[in-house]
């Protein structure tokens, strides 16, 4: 078996060997095995079942991290991303009032859209297309638009009739414990140590279930039901012409989430050729893209490739074994549903909260001497929290480069996929 897997990911070729790959997984995993908390956390308040994404979750990731292991020997992991699953909660669902099936429906036709463009030259030009800074604005409107939804469902931050919002009583018991998870997850991941963020909601969690202000469920049982989710999408409900945007939405972020780990983290592990490239990127793609259509049809929003693959690199991972053993150890985790389902929300929130801080810190990479250039980016980025939504802050983020490039007198800066995806939202405006 050793002599197998040796040849297989080709250790030696990587220079490492198989004890190092394995201890790369389970770091990797504690970086990200939150997911399996928060995932089922923020999707539940869809109407669906609990338990059912739960193990949807954990499916999803051990299919996904294992392809991308087996098929390009990357030592990235994936899962349910943070970002998808709040856009299709809060933006799909809860303020577009459509079903969770259909949203599910949507997330499947974008994963096949990816499918796609992960075997054909349109995705480089697609990627390549889209201005470095307006991606850079997603993301860290995306990371705003997690860190609101933390603080409000915390009660960090509270309702408000004169100024929509405003400060909560901070000395309750659920804000103060989200602050002082968030805290700790921040204080553990500046002293390097592994699996802060788990670490920090089970601290929280954990004064709840000792003062008895939380119910405790238990830790071990069989895996929960997963009927209620598994292969409940609605694909005819997601082809209609208002959910057009909605999956282009999931397709743009897919895309530029899996192209920026995937760069990151194989730059990280010295994994890029002598030109500079991704060597088995298409192999890659198609691992990530078909990942996402499997965890629709498991019950899960969009499945991606996970940036904290990155804490495994720093452990020594070279090869797919990594990404294999990730994948190994979230299908044990079918077996810790009461856990999971005993953490609760300001535990969770506190993750949230942190992955925030992390998303917005792109905000720092923008070309802030152009106003043509940052002015976009930082309205995509401040709309997504106060529009309560991902697509929009999209929207008004590609509509604004467009228009502020023409404006300006310079139309030819203005890529024509902007220009394309401008039109769409521009539609999805005026007529919708």
Known sequence: MRAALARWFDLSAHDTKIGTELTAGLTTFLAMAYIT????????????????????????????????????NYPIALAPGMGQNAFFTFSVVIVGGHSWETALGAVFISGVFFVFLSIVPFREWLVNSIPRNLK???????????????????????????????????TEFEPLMMLAGFGLIVALTARGIRGAVVIGILAAAAVGWITGEVAFGGVFSAPPEWLPVLGQLDIAGAMTLSMATVILSFLIVDVFDTAGTLVGVATRANMLDAEGKLPRLRRALFADSGATVVGALAGTSSTTSYIESAAGVEAGGRTGLTAVTVGLLFLACVFLAPLAASVPAYATASALLFVACLMARSLADLEWGDITESAPAVLAAVAMPLTFSIADGIGLGFLSYAIIKVASGRPAQCPAAVYVIAAIFGAKYVFL
């Open 136 to 170: 850079l604005g997603i993301a860290a409107g995306i990371g705003l638009f997690l860190g609101y939804i933390a603080l409000k469902n915390a009660g960090v931050v509270v309702d408000d009739a004169a100024t929509l919002t405003s400060l909560g009583a901070l």
């Open 37 to 72: 908390i928060v995932n089922p956390s923020i999707l539940s308040q869809t109407g669906m079942n609990f338990g059912a994404v739960f193990v949807a979750t954990c499916v999803a990731a051990a299919v996904g991290s294992i392809a991308m292991g087996v098929l390009a």
